[in-house]
């Protein structure tokens, strides 16, 4: 097995400026894709961005040479039309020079909610990505696709712009039902992975026997959070752009001022303890082993949060990535 290794450039903490640098030090620091989500809010209201993930991929498109670029991942459902992620994609892959993979997923409230619509609850959601996923495929396939469902139509439209080459598109999940739908409808899973095992069992577990059912090859990236911090304070500071990420109310949430206020209202240890926690490589390394040994993994994504990203991309690089591959190799 060959496992290939992420570098999530997270928009909900840094501006778009210094997360074109950060993605620019992931590739020479030896990573093989940079990932970055589509987000409209962030998770807190003060130590905080939100910019446009797309635009950002085209500077960062044209920053690189050599990394794949994902995203993990935008909406496809409700704040864009289907067809518009498709010509986005599109255009990033021919930027690129064809190093695109588009992750899609079901949405969350923070994102759709703030500018009018109604976010419904899960049997719409993924009724309009059956649909969604249908007009992405054909289109990015260069077909003139015509299009009549019950949530998206499309007349005659077409991308006079296509990818290099064939795009792949990732679905996300978190439990079982999402799961078994990527693996009838998507060319590969995305998946945040607390517990190894549970995720083995609930997610990739029932991902791989869809994908195997429909006679496709299933493709796993699987990521995890982990916040590096030599103590607990350090980790606090780390953290704050994320805070919200495991507050209550967070997937009906519409406003990060809320969030920052419900995080702020609990205890440091109970948020810090809902992620990962590493104060070196070693304890690094012992976070994101498990994805590779355990959930066999077709790409891990290094998420980590800390007080200085570009050093940690350096120190990653450096310290993880080689013990990492040599144990896939191994």
């Known amino acids: 097995m060959t496992t290939t290794f992420a570098w999530l450039c997270s928009h909900e903490s840094s501006q778009p400026e210094d997360l074109v640098a950060e993605a620019v030090a992931a590739e020479r620091a030896g990573f093989d894709m940079v990932t970055g989500a589509d987000h409209f809010h962030p998770w807190v209201d003060d130590h905080s961005a939100a910019s446009f993930v797309w635009s950002w991929f085209g500077a960062v498109a044209q920053a690189t040479e050599r990394v794949e670029l994902a995203t993990s991942v935008t909406c496809p459902l409700y704040r864009y039309h289907p067809a518009l992620v498709a010509q986005a994609a599109a255009t990033v892959d021919r930027l690129s020079g064809g190093r695109f993979r588009l992750g899609v997923g079901t949405g969350e409230a923070i994102n759709e909610a703030p500018l009018g619509w109604v976010f419904p609850g899960y049997a719409e959601r993924i009724a309009r990505m059956r649909e969604a996923l249908q007009i992405l495929r054909r289109l990015l396939d260069g077909e003139r696709v015509?299009?009549?469902?019950?949530?998206?139509?499309?007349?005659?439209?077409?991308?006079?712009?296509?990818?290099?080459?064939?795009?792949?598109?990732?679905?996300?999940?978190?439990?079982?039902?999402?799961?078994?739908?990527?693996?009838?409808?998507?060319?590969?899973?995305?998946?945040?992975?607390?517990?190894?095992?549970?995720?083995?069992?609930?997610?990739?577990?029932?991902?791989?026997?869809?994908?195997?059912?429909?006679?496709?090859?299933?493709?796993?990236?699987?990521?995890?959070?982990c916040v590096l911090a030599a103590d607990e304070e350090e980790a606090w500071r780390a953290l704050a752009p994320l805070r919200g990420l495991r507050a209550p109310g967070r997937l009906e949430a519409v406003d990060p001022r809320m969030l920052r206020e419900r995080a702020d209202a609990m205890d440091r240890e109970e948020i810090l303890g809902q992620y990962a926690v590493a104060r070196d490589a070693d304890e690094l390394v012992a976070v994101y082993r498990p994805l590779v040994e355990r959930a066999g993994a077709d790409t891990v994504a290094i998420q980590v949060a800390s007080v200085d990203p570009l050093e940690t991309v350096a120190r990653v690089g450096a310290e993880v990535l080689p013990r990492l591959r040599g144990e896939v190799a191994s």
């Open 146 to 225: 015509d299009f009549a469902g019950e949530h998206y139509r499309t007349d005659r439209a077409k991308l006079y712009s296509p990818p290099l080459g064939r795009v792949p598109i990732w679905m996300a999940a978190g439990g079982p039902k999402s799961a078994r739908f990527a693996g009838a409808h998507a060319d590969g899973l995305l998946t945040s992975v607390k517990d190894p095992d549970d995720a083995l069992r609930r997610v990739i577990g029932p991902y791989r026997e869809a994908a195997r059912r429909r006679g496709a090859a299933p493709r796993v990236l699987a990521t995890r959070w």
